[in-house]
């Protein structure tokens, strides 16, 4: 079965606590791309990555870092969160017009 | 960037007709999509439509695209309260990115 996961789907964490959330998926998508949900503001694109070990900024990625050293995995990692990157977080992988999203990461920063 | 619009809230009663409509920028957009996403849920994909089609019908799905005017609608018929969610509008754009919507709160009442 197609599909993009994500881990964690819930975390609770402290300012200033590196934290990463994995990304997997199995149908070999060279795209990637990582967003975040907020209220009145839709999804905003973070980062994404066209193939492996290409990565590029996306609108909102002050703060995030990712890395792409594989197909399948491409990591958002938080290297000091803080409250206001509490949001919803989904990843994607696409193939020409066919996107697939995960499940979602609900994340709060406190 | 290219901006996707969308009014934020809707209102329908139970078996009328629900309209959201969604403005878009970016006129080498390729294809355009409505998600659905349920209180605690992820992303589900409605539908799409390809930037040269005018029109797309899906069971109570009608989607409209008037590309001279760059407005995106999506028209749901005997609106259901399962129906109620969040529906997001989005796009890709020449550089193969998503832009989304913030969003219209739909909510069915009976």
């Known amino acids: 079965e197609a599909q993009v996961t994500q881990n964690p789907r819930y975390l609770i964490t402290v300012t200033g606590k590196k934290l990463t959330v994995t990304c997997s998926q199995n149908?070999?998508?060279?795209?990637m791309s990582w967003y975040r949900q907020d209220p009145g503001l839709g999804l905003r694109q973070i980062y994404y990555?066209?193939?492996?070990?290409?990565?590029d900024k996306g609108d909102v990625p002050e703060g995030y870092k990712v890395s792409r050293k594989e197909k399948r995995n491409f990591p958002l990692i938080l290297e000091s969160p803080s409250p206001n990157q509490t949001s919803l977080y989904f990843c994607?992988?696409?193939?020409?017009?066919?996107?697939?999203f995960g499940e979602g990461s609900w994340l709060t920063v406190v | 960037g290219e901006d996707v619009e969308q009014s934020l809230f809707l209102s329908v009663r139970e078996g009328d007709s629900s309209v959201i409509n969604c403005t878009y920028t970016?006129?080498?957009?390729?294809?355009l999509y409505w998600y659905k996403q349920e209180p605690g849920a992820g992303l589900q994909l409605l539908t799409y439509?390809?930037?040269?089609?005018d029109m797309k019908q899906d069971q109570r799905l009608t989607v409209l695209l008037n590309k001279k005017d760059k407005h995106l609608s999506l028209r749901i018929a005997d609106t259901q309260t399962g129906d109620s969610a969040i529906y997001f509008c989005?796009?890709?754009?020449?550089?193969?990115?998503?832009?989304f919507g913030a969003g219209t709160q739909v909510v069915v009442t009976p």
């Open positions: 994607a992988s696409r193939l020409g017009n066919t996107i697939y």
């Open positions: 149908m070999n998508h060279e795209y």
């Open positions: 990555s066209m193939n492996v070990e290409v990565t």
């Open positions: 970016d006129s080498s957009s390729t294809y």
């Open positions: 439509i390809f930037s040269n089609m």
């Open positions: 989005a796009e890709i754009d020449s550089w193969g990115k998503l832009q």
